[in-house]
């Protein structure tokens, strides 16, 4: 908005001459620079004008800066967040990063296609249900208020036109009131003495350097009254018909001031309840999106969960296949190894226990021959203390816990074996000495004691096979225990895999169902974006219609206003030129007709108003250096004829010395 125009200075003395003397070349150069001065008043307002207009453009440069600094950190943010979701969409990170990475030309090209691309994630992610009555209560409302905010930036638009208007009018009001205040005006075009004819014919004929100084003699007495006391009735009757004019543009202006109030104080309360209503219909909104953003996170949540337990449930049943299946093949392995340990064992034994029956046989064929070469007595006594000798052995045996392990056998069995092997040594040695000394006693006492060491080993080695039997038997009944317990556990195992699998089919089941729906909701929602789509176009063209038809409503209203002021003003007008040429009739008939004083003052309104070269165009052009006044087409005239120089007092100017003025 610009603003009204600064008060007026003081007055300057420009040291015009009486207005009973005739026109002087002074008045007119004041009244010339004084039109210059009005011109450049005018351009100094208009200049506070455009500084005061550039100062609040600045000022809504400077938030509409700091609002776009705020809407582009958004859509950064936003750009991130869809970075970051949409990570298998190249295209989207693609126009992502140009986004996050370009200048703010290429956020504005590229604003249709992330729009695209912000609604597509939205529809994806934000499930709704059908339109209720009250939304669709609410987008009604909401489709009004758009429609009101249409017509009242039409209304705003016109009223903005004619303050305009009223601007312009004001300030050219403020012009003439410049104009009538000015003394050289006055003194120029309102003349206190007539102009004599022989001299108005001498300034006619004059040469264009003394055009500019007008000389005339007063007339009589009685015509020099009647002539100013004409003129100061048509002036009295000019300042009466401004007056009754201004009145007159003072109520038209009052009653549309009136009813413009009344409008802006209806169009504010229609706009606060308008806000009130959005408002409400906003938090409406609001509270159904949070609710349903409620529950697609609680059913989000939920999802993750079952998939989380899926999950679980999935890694525990193949970590115990996995074990089961080690164990199965440790357990194989192990009594397959058992096995072939107990084959290589029976074998070994049956192996001695062939050897042991060969021995067997020789000493009993050597008994036999000993038995025919000692007597009965002896032989008897011997076989007493070997029975002895087997009974003590026996009862060791028996003494001796029969839950011996393997190892302990084996290892019993080489240190009898090692034992034995030295007392063979010894026995060998000492039969040596006694065949040196008892050549056949000592050979079948060392044989009869062979004899009963390998009895007695063979009798040793069938015990230690019996009691491994023993331990082999109670190995087996233990491994078969194990696998009926393994049985029982892979039953367990199966019941719980069983188990899993149902909750992983009813997890399954709960999962598509979600999906369905989620799909469901998504293609309502697509649905309703369309047709919100296609309701928000026919809306957008009918208040784009009702917003023409209200401006073109306005613009006939306000045509009429400006038709009906101007016609008034005609009227008013036409009445004060008639009025006006009434009086001068009655003034030309009462002086017997004659005009020879309205010539005079016409022919030195010419002299004043038209250009002193040509005589037929006005004065517009003024030269800066000596401040004559000619027309235009005089000055462009001369400087193409190289004539550059004053005609009048023959001061040197340029075509850059030149300037515009208004009378």
């Known amino acids: 908005m610009s603003e009204e125009p600064t008060p007026k200075k003081a007055k300057l003395d420009w040291g015009l001459t009486d207005p009973s003397e005739p026109l002087t070349r002074k008045d007119v150069i004041a009244f010339q620079k004084e039109a210059l001065f009005r011109t450049i008043n005018k351009h100094r307002c208009r200049e506070k004008s455009l500084e005061k207009q550039l100062e609040v453009c600045g000022q809504q440069s400077a938030e509409i800066r700091e609002q776009y600094a705020s809407l582009y950190a958004m859509v950064t943010a936003l750009a991130n967040k869809i970075l970051d979701l949409s990570k298998e969409d190249q295209e989207a990170q693609k126009l992502c990063n140009t986004i996050l990475e370009g200048d703010g030309k290429e956020v504005l090209a590229l604003a249709a296609d992330f729009t695209v691309l912000v609604e597509k994630h939205i529809s994806e992610d934000e499930p709704s249900a059908r339109q209720s009555p009250g939304e669709a209560s609410w987008n009604k409302q909401l489709h009004q208020l758009e429609a009101a905010k249409a017509e009242l930036s039409a209304h705003n638009k016109q009223l903005r036109k004619e303050i305009s208007a009223i601007r312009e009018h004001y300030q050219d009001l403020i012009r003439r009131y410049d104009r009538e205040d000015s003394d050289t005006v006055r003194r120029v075009f309102k003349l206190q003495d007539s102009l004599g004819e022989g001299n108005a014919k001498d300034a006619t004929e004059a040469s264009p350097a003394n055009q500019s100084e ?8 009685e015509k020099e009254e009647a002539v100013s006391k004409m003129e100061h009735e048509l002036q009295i009757q000019d300042l009466n018909d401004q007056i009754e004019l201004l009145k007159h543009t003072l109520k038209d202006l009052e009653s549309w001031k009136a009813s413009s109030g009344a409008e802006i104080a209806r169009l504010r309360t229609e706009i606060t309840s308008i806000n009130s209503a959005s408002e409400q219909t ?4 609001q509270n159904d999106r949070e609710a349903l953003l409620q529950k697609l996170d609680f059913t989000t949540k939920e999802n993750a969960e079952l ?18 299946e080690i164990f199965t093949n440790k357990l194989s392995m192990e009594f397959q190894t058992a096995q072939d340990a107990l084959k290589k064992h029976n074998a070994m034994l049956e192996k001695d226990l062939v050897r042991i029956r060969a021995t067997r046989d020789e000493l009993t064929s050597k008994i036999a021959i000993m ?3 000692k007597p009965k007595s002896e032989m008897l006594a011997d076989l007493q203390k070997v029975l002895d000798l087997q009974k003590e052995r026996i009862e060791k045996m028996e003494n001796k816990s029969v839950e011996a392990t393997n190892d302990a ?11 034995f092997k030295e007392l063979t040594q010894f026995a060998h040695k000492k039969y040596s000495d006694h065949i040196s000394q008892e050549s056949i006693v000592a050979k079948l006492t060392v044989e009869k004691t062979k004899a009963d060491q390998k009895y007695f ?10 009691i491994e039997n023993k331990n082999l038997s109670k190995n087996l009944h233990k491994s078969n225990e194990l696998i009926n317990q393994l049985k029982e556990i892979e039953r367990t195992l199966q019941s719980k895999v069983e188990s899993l699998n149902k909750q992983i089919h009813l997890s399954q089941s709960n999962e598509k169902r979600l999906m369905e729906s989620s799909k469901a909701v998504s293609l309502k929602i697509m649905d309703l974006t369309s047709e919100l789509g296609k309701t928000k176009k026919v809306v957008e063209t009918l208040q784009g219609e009702r917003a023409k038809q209200i401006e073109q409503d306005a613009r006939l209203e306000s045509n009429i206003h400006s038709l009906q002021s101007q016609n008034s003003a005609l009227k008013l007008q036409l009445s004060q030129a008639e009025n006006k040429a009434k009086k001068l009739h009655k003034s030309l008939v009462s002086n017997g007709g004659d005009n020879s004083i309205i010539a005079e003052e016409l022919d030195n309104f010419r002299t004043i108003v038209y250009c002193s070269l040509c005589s037929k165009n006005w004065k517009n052009t003024a030269i800066k250096n000596c401040g004559h006044v000619f027309c235009e087409e005089c000055c462009k005239e001369r400087l193409a004829a190289r004539m550059r120089k004053c005609p009048t007092c023959n001061k040197p100017f340029g075509s850059a010395d030149l300037l515009v003025v208004h009378l």
């Not at 007008?214 to 007495?221: E, L, Q, R």
């Not at 056998?409 to 034992?419: F, G, I, N, P, S």
Request: aromatic share 4%.
């Open 409 to 419: 056998v084996m290892k019993e069995l080489q240190d009898l074996e090692r034992a």
């Open 214 to 221: 007008v000389t005339n003699t007063a007339t009589g007495d």
């Open 457 to 466: 080993t063979a009798m040793r080695s069938k015990d230690s096979i019996l």
């Open 282 to 285: 906003n938090r409406g909104i």
């Open 371 to 373: 038995e025919n070469q």
């Open 307 to 324: 998939t989380q337990a899926n999950d679980l449930y999935l890694s525990k049943f193949q970590q115990m296949v996995q074990e089961k």
